[in-house]
């Protein structure tokens, strides 16, 4: 059978734009068939059909996997697998009408968000500060003794935290973007 | 009843209310799901991320209490302060109904 490989960033609150990837590929004659290691995605070759495809984000699902299953099975939901705490589901949108989704109401979609703001977000926020802590003594270290790997190291480190902040104003930006379109 | 469980639970989303409601006898999601479209004529389908969590919330805030499990499915029902805020959600329907007559 014809295989594809794909590599796709989805940042933690992309999953929506991670939804609608899978399912235009779907549509397109590719069936997600796992997604692993650094966001590599395996597609096998497949009639096109319009399938829909649904993230949640529930570490108590996880920890009790059979239950959760079986409420989305009960529901007419294929589950797929879990991805970095994420767990996947997948629905023929013929058996579905209109645009079935997982949540039925905004609370419930905002809980989500939540629990994906506590689970990915609150550990990268805090990685920031924590980061500092080192940086500060190499400043310190460079200003005092002038050496040459130190003042080497101080520029990549600098550049390292740089590109963190950037990476959290991005992420701020997209949860904006997401509780817009969400609430 | 603590302040914590009237601020987020009354008013409540029609879906915790259907919950609630259903679960005065033992039932599981899918039984919930099944007996709110029969209730509402098809009208309202409960989703499962939605009904999951719902249930993990409600069981932890001791409204509801896990039973028994069946077949993968864990059955649930009503406690004390769940049947406690369900009357009080009632009462303030009841409340918006009553003024709604009137002022039409």
Not at chain 1, 17 to 34: I, P, T
Not at chain 1, 102 to 123: A, E, N, T, Y
Not at chain 2, 53 to 75: Q, Y
């Amino acid at each position: 059978m014809e295989t594809k490989r794909t590599f796709r960033i989805f940042t933690i609150f992309q999953y929506k734009e991670e939804q609608d990837y899978l399912r235009e590929m779907h549509l397109s004659g590719w069936k997600f068939v796992k997604v692993s290691g650094p966001c590599i995605y395996y597609f096998e070759k497949c009639v096109p059909e319009d399938v829909i495809y649904q993230l949640d984000y529930n570490k108590d699902g996880i920890a009790h996997k059979e239950e959760y299953v079986k409420v989305f099975s009960d529901c007419g939901w294929e589950y797929l697998q879990d991805y970095a705490g994420y767990s996947y589901f997948r629905k023929s949108a013929s058996e579905t009408e209109g645009a079935e989704e997982i949540f039925c109401d905004d609370d419930s979609r905002q809980q989500m968000m939540m629990r994906v703001c506590k689970g990915r977000l609150v550990p990268v926020v805090l990685t920031l500060p924590i980061m500092w802590i080192p940086y500060f003594i190499l400043f310190i270290y460079c200003l005092r003794t002038g050496a040459e790997w130190a003042r080497c190291f101080l520029i990549l480190s600098t550049g390292l935290i740089c590109l963190y902040a950037l990476l959290l104003i991005m992420l701020a930006c997209q949860y904006r973007k997401l509780k817009k379109r969400e609430l | 009843m603590n302040q914590h469980i009237k601020k987020v639970y009354v008013p409540m989303t029609e879906t915790a209310f259907y919950i609630l409601l259903c679960l005065k006898q033992p039932n599981h999601g899918y039984g919930i799901v099944q007996a709110v479209e029969r209730m509402t004529g098809g009208e309202i389908r409960l989703a499962p991320g939605t009904m999951y969590g719902s249930l993990a919330k409600m069981e932890k805030d001791d409204l509801i209490r896990f039973i028994r499990e069946e077949d993968k499915r864990k059955i649930y029902q009503i406690t004390d302060l769940g049947t406690e805020v369900l009357q009080m959600e009632l009462k303030r329907i009841e409340r918006l109904y009553r003024n709604a007559q009137e002022g039409l």
